[in-house]
């Protein structure tokens, strides 16, 4: 007799509960086709402008505060480049792969048609202990090579900074000077014009011929040619096209 009421008891539920999930379908079905009008000014209406950010990716330029990275129209910066703050890459100049230019300090400036190469690393500290300007300054035609590590030092125009070299705060490179890679410029020290330094800490090696500095603008100019291959790889993006759909609406023009 217990077995007999325990299985009504148990049919008894389970049709209770079919009927609550149907009930509660059927509500929410209702619902979406028909939504009653006092539920309409609560719900929000995405904007058909508005522009979907994906904030997981690495971004390349990063806005500190009231500053913001300027990057000329016809220079290359790779797509995985870091310019953070105070950063400024003239025209003609090219940022490679990797790099990372870091003006949260100071102002960082990369100037015509220079270029900085792979996995560099260029940073400026508030103020230098030698009292010489703080900020970084890559003048026009300088190539810096690969992982090479700049802080607030000073580089004239037509100048080869070899890869893996680093140049501490307050060191100046003057300008038809080369220093070879993996030298090491210490805090304050300066490099005379047409000269070749090497080594750790850099030293004199000796001056440069004429033919090799007219070699170094050439340089600069080559791989400046070559971003431009690498940056037509790449398609214009922005969200001009927005203002431009707006004003062909306003106009009656079909999109």
């Known amino acids: 007799m217990a077995a007999a009421l325990a299985r009504v008891s148990r049919k008894a539920l389970r049709a209770t509960h079919a009927n609550l999930l149907i009930q ?6 209702a619902e979406a086709a028909s939504p009653s009008p006092s ?24 806005p500190l505060g009231q500053w913001l990275p300027k990057v000329a129209v016809d220079a290359y910066v790779a797509p995985n480049v870091v310019l953070a703050g105070q ?5 003609g100049a090219s940022v490679w792969a990797g790099s990372v230019l870091r003006g949260d300090l100071n102002k960082i400036t990369v100037g015509f048609c220079s270029n900085i190469q792979e996995r560099c690393v260029l940073h400026a500290a508030w103020s230098s202990p030698t ?37 501490m705060e307050g060191s100046l490179v003057e300008t038809h000077s ?11 020290r300066r490099i005379p014009t047409g000269e070749l330094w090497a080594g750790n800490p850099a030293r004199f090696v000796r001056n440069l011929t004429h033919e090799e500095t007219l070699e170094i603008p050439k340089l600069a100019v080559a791989i400046n040619d070559l971003s431009k291959e ?5 398609l214009p993006y922005s969200t001009v096209y927005l203002e431009v759909e707006k004003l062909k609406k306003s106009l009656g023009i079909s999109i």
């Open 39 to 62: 539920a309409a000014p609560n719900r929000i209406t995405e904007s058909p402008d508005r522009v979907w950010w994906d904030y997981r990716g690495q971004r390349k330029i990063i």
């Open 178 to 188: 080369i220093l070879e890679a993996g030298s090491v410029v210490p805090p304050g």
């Open 87 to 91: 950063v400024t890459v003239y025209d």
């Open 131 to 167: 009292g010489l300007p703080a900020e970084t300054s890559v003048d026009r035609y300088v190539t810096v090579g690969a992982y090479s590590l700049l802080r607030s030092c000073t580089i004239e125009p037509e100048c080869i900074i070899g890869q893996h070299s680093i140049l």
């Open 230 to 234: 690498h940056s037509s790889e790449f």
């Open 24 to 29: 509660r379908t059927l509500a929410t079905a």
